[in-house]
């Protein structure tokens, strides 16, 4: 699972980012949001597998930093993560209904 392989650097950078948020660059920044997009209904069994996967997301949720301007903080684009989970769920429920 990519995701997986991907957890060590985005610690990295979670921490880069607590410890000197000045200091990341926007490349940087773009790394992390990108891992964060791995998190999905496929990557959800890793949350339960590997406790660190989880520690990093929560890590993240709770990473409010705005980095650049016009680039969302790393807060919001974990938090669209669960609303995107959240949405995809009301839809297949819905699609039930019918």
């Known amino acids: 699972m990519v995701l997986a392989q991907l957890l060590p650097m985005a610690e990295q950078l979670l921490e880069k980012i607590h410890k000197e948020p000045s200091a990341v660059l926007k490349d940087e920044a773009t790394v992390l949001h990108l891992i964060l997009g791995k998190y999905n209904e496929y990557s959800a069994s890793l949350l339960h597998k590997d406790p660190k996967s989880l520690d990093i997301f929560i890590k993240a949720v709770h990473t409010t930093e705005e980095l650049f301007t016009g680039m969302p903080s790393v807060q919001i684009t974990a938090l669209e993560k669960v609303s ?12 039930k209904n019918v």
Request: charged letters at 25%.
């Open 84 to 95: 995107d989970f959240f949405q995809k769920q009301k839809h297949i429920q819905a699609f």
